[in-house]
């Protein structure tokens, strides 16, 4: 339902998202991952047609976002970050108006707004003036007022942020329940959010794409944790010596104690084979088990592989260098 | 990937968690009504002062407060029983403001309808007290449906005020509009016009507490529309009779009914029609135009404006009767016709303009985009002409609104100077005003959209209004080889058009630069709109 062609946006000299593809499916709750700055907002501006792309094609519903503007818009329904509501109006006043704007015929408005009303649990504040509401309320206002027109998709920016930990479950909830007939792609910083509701994740960093892939297939490369009493050399080598193990780390040392981390070929389960050997050998075997790789692991790791900072140096040093950074922070080169 | 249908209730991947009740609405403790109860006991003092000063004066019985004064303690009085029934919720006191309503009607009614002064007419007696009585019943109707818990008490008071409000449109439409016109003339004015203004002002009243949801709320809107519709079809019609006469040579003569009948009824065919668009369109640019006139009365903006436009033209009008009365001392000296110009053509009633539009256009972009509503306008289905269209045509309104409030002082005039002046230059006055203020609208609107200053906004759009008018000044120096400074300064600076105009005159290709101006600052808004897309 969205795709997106190498989208690039620069404000001025400023590149806001470079060469982004990507593509959400009908029917998908797609998390929008990425630290601050890194292009999130910028790329649901463009999906929502409010700010053109420098370059690049972008798709909502089939139609483009620039030459069918109109075409997108009734299509999408749009929370901004700051969920802007006029101060003096009502709340039903509000979602009446917007429901009008959006084209919601008459006779089934009122059914609309009162399903809205009570789906985003606003019907109490119903009469008071948005302007007097609290965060949490105002965040589901404008939660009712995106799904007001009951669209194919609903384009959400950080719509957690602010929020109590009572409101950041209550909502997330409702996305997720909102999930299952509508297409979603919310942006956010926070991990725990994207691993409760999301199905996939598109993390960005700086402009640039670092991972696209289903939650599930984040957690492939698992570490095999092995916590052994003997030896640490000889531990290390016996390990290093098994077959189909590609690499063996020293996570930490205890009393007599240590933890490796075993990371095998093609994620074979050698578990078996490492229980026997350690038995074999007489040490004591402590712990042996799986160390999920998540969410968060991948994302520090595109982080770390993305550094705009030494592209850039990297690029201006010519081929065949690299950047390091030292540890006061300043940026040298390594031919 | 491979494209995935929707797909059934699925497991969450957190823990399955119960939905808490709602916490965050606050507890509501009503205001108990004993401010507004104080408030109508001395209400009630103010109304017996008030009223006392009347009767005594009424009565040429030697009196101790001015009848001024007794008007003012009256109306504060009424204001403040109005206050006080809006606010009431027992019982007794919400039957009792709905029995006055109900005496206040009736009253209404009986002023209308018994001839009572001595020429034995019907409706004689109606203004002024008649009508005000109408309006003030309206007032605590309206209050007493709104408190009233018992169903078929209200519905039944609901639609007697329906049905009031189309008793009286229908009248002033009959009377206004179906008899010959000399006699629709005595019939409009005044009587005639209090009829439809009271008409609207109840089926507003109506619609209101019946809502649009409700069918025959609808079709209550649709009536007024309707209504308004046929007066301003049938008096256009009826006014164009004697032209179309002469084009197709007919023996009689057609009657000239445009004026005052014909303009009258179409004007007020034009409201009505409004009101129902206000009311029942479903259209982008209605509803945007209806927000944004909402969002004016809902801020202090509007009140504010109003009562500085009251202010000024008290000052106006204070000013005025002085001059006339000071030449000689030995009491008012004639003055020439039109008196319109007289009063209208000072610098006291340039001064508000130049702060009016300003105040008016300077929130109407700058406060979008400040507070980030831009974005959220921007992306829904709506084409960025609407957006600044229904801005302008609020702004507009407004502006041309509160130029109606000095219409109390033209009241006044006719009251007190006892004699009808002619009221015609007041028509092409409002034609240009209309005008000049889309002009002027339209370019506060431009000065808001390129900034996200309200203040900045303001700046600009005063000292464009301060340079226009002291233009005009430099009149003086257009003399001798600077001759065609004339001109240029006729079509540059609005003040000619507002003095000849006020004089009587109609010059359409003044009118037409002005409307033209304000396409053009229109044009240019919806461009820097636009121009977030330009990348």
């Given amino acids: ?335 | 990937m491979a494209s995935r249908a929707i797909k059934p209730k699925r497991d969450m991947q957190a823990p399955t968690w119960q939905a808490l009740e709602e916490r965050a609405p606050s507890v509501l403790r009503e205001e108990g009504p004993l401010v507004a109860r104080y408030l109508a006991v001395a209400s009630l003092m103010l109304i017996t002062l008030g009223g006392a000063a009347l009767l005594f004066k009424a009565g040429d019985k030697p009196y101790l407060i001015p009848p001024g004064l007794g008007f003012f303690f009256l109306a504060v009085g009424i204001t403040g029983l109005l206050y006080h029934s809006f606010n009431e919720k027992d019982f007794q006191f919400r039957r009792l403001y709905g029995g006055l309503g109900v005496l206040l009607f009736i009253a209404a009614v009986f002023l209308r309808l018994v001839p009572l002064t001595e020429a034995k007419k019907v409706g004689d007696a109606f203004l002024p007290y008649g009508a005000l009585a109408m309006l003030l019943s309206l007032g605590f109707l309206l209050t007493f449906i709104k408190n009233e818990g018992e169903l078929h008490m209200r519905t039944l008071v609901l639609n007697a005020v329906g049905l009031a409000g189309l008793a009286n449109a229908l009248a002033g439409l009959i009377g206004g509009g179906m008899l010959a016109p000399s006699l629709s003339e005595a019939f409009l004015m005044p009587s005639g016009v209090v009829h439809l203004i009271l008409g609207l002002l109840f089926a507003i009243g109506y619609v209101g507490m019946e809502g649009i949801a409700s069918p025959r709320g609808f079709w209550a809107g649709r009536t007024i529309g309707i209504i308004g519709g046929t007066m301003f079809l049938g008096a256009l019609g009826r006014s164009m009779l004697p032209w179309v006469g002469a084009q197709l040579n007919w023996s009689t003569q057609a009657p000239s009914f445009f004026l005052p009948s014909g303009l009258v009824l179409m004007y007020f065919g034009f409201e009505y029609f409004l009101v129902y668009l206000g009311v029942c369109s479903d259209n982008k640019l209605v509803v945007l135009t209806r927000r944004e006139l909402s969002a004016f009365f809902f801020s202090p903006i509007a009140y504010i404006v109003l009562v500085g436009m009251a202010l000024a033209g008290w000052l106006n009008f204070w000013i005025f009767v002085l001059d006339v009365f000071a030449s000689d001392g030995q009491g008012p000296r004639p003055l020439p016709e039109p008196i319109f110009f007289q009063f209208m053509v000072s610098f006291l009633a340039v001064i508000p303009l130049i702060f009016l539009v300003p105040i008016i256009t300077m929130r109407m972009i700058s406060e979008e985009k400040r507070s980030g509503t831009v974005e959220v306008l921007l992306t829904a289905p709506v084409n960025e002409w609407q957006v600044v269209l229904s801005k302008f045509l609020a702004g507009l309104r407004v502006f041309v609104m509160c130029w109606f409030v000095w219409g109390i002082y033209f009241i006044a005039l006719r009251i007190e100077g006892d004699a009808p002046f002619d009221y015609r230059p007041i028509i092409t006055f409002m034609i240009a005003l209309g005008c000049m203020g889309a002009g002027f609208v339209a370019m506060g609107l431009f000065f808001s959209s390129v900034t996200q200053h309200q203040i900045l906004a303001a700046v600009l759009t005063f000292v464009m209004m301060m340079a226009l008018t002291l233009l005009y000044m430099l009149n003086r120096f257009a003399t001798g080889d600077l001759q065609w400074l004339n001109q240029v300064i006729t079509y540059v600076s609005y003040l000619d058009l507002w003095i000849t105009s006020a004089r009587g005159t109609i010059t359409p290709r003044l009118l037409v630069l002005h409307l033209s101006v304000a396409a053009f600052w229109l044009f240019l808004s919806i461009k820097i709109l636009e121009a977030r897309k330009w990348s």
């Fill in chain 1, 1 to 335: 339902m969205i795709s997106v062609q190498n989208l690039s946006k620069y404000f001025g000299p400023v590149m806001a998202i470079d060469r982004v593809s990507f593509e959400v499916d009908r029917g998908e709750v797609v998390g929008f991952l990425g630290p601050n700055g890194a292009g999130k907002t910028t790329t649901m501006r463009i999906l929502t047609s409010y700010l053109p792309a420098t370059s690049g094609v972008a798709k909502v519903a089939g139609f483009d976002v620039m030459t069918e503007s109109m075409d997108v818009r009734r299509n999408i329904g749009y929370l901004p970050e700051s969920v802007p509501l006029y101060p003096e109006m009502r709340v039903e006043e509000y979602l009446d108006f917007r429901a009008k704007l959006k084209g919601v015929p008459r006779k089934e408005r009122t059914k609309r707004i009162e399903y809205c009303l009570d789906r985003c649990r606003v019907r109490e504040v119903r009469r008071r003036l948005t302007g007097t509401l609290s965060k949490g309320y105002r965040q589901r206002v404008g939660l009712a007022d995106a799904m007001i027109a009951d669209p194919a998709i609903l384009i959400m920016d950080e719509p957690t942020v602010g929020l109590d930990p009572i409101q950041i479950r209550e909502t997330l909830a409702l996305i997720s329940e909102l999930g299952e007939s509508h297409t979603i792609l919310l942006s956010t910083h926070i991990l725990s959010e994207v691993e409760a509701i999301c199905e996939r994740v598109i993390i960005i960093n700086a402009g640039r794409i670092g991972m696209m892939k289903s939650l599930v297939d984040v957690d492939t490369k698992s570490v095999l944790i092995v916590e052994v009493r003997g030896p640490v050399d000889q531990v290390l080598a016996a390990l290093k010596a098994l077959e189909g193990v590609t690499q063996v780390v020293v996570d930490s040392k205890g009393s007599g104690s240590a933890v490796f981390a075993v990371t095998t070929k093609d994620n074979r389960d050698l578990r078996e084979a490492i229980a026997a050997l350690v038995l074999e050998k007489g040490w004591s075997l402590l712990q042996l088990g799986y160390r999920r790789r998540t969410l968060e692991d991948a994302f520090f790791e595109v982080l770390r592989e993305h550094n705009p900072l030494k592209d850039a140096i990297e690029a201006r040093s010519g081929s065949g260098t690299t950047a390091i950074q030292d540890k006061s922070g300043r940026m040298a080169v390594k031919r």
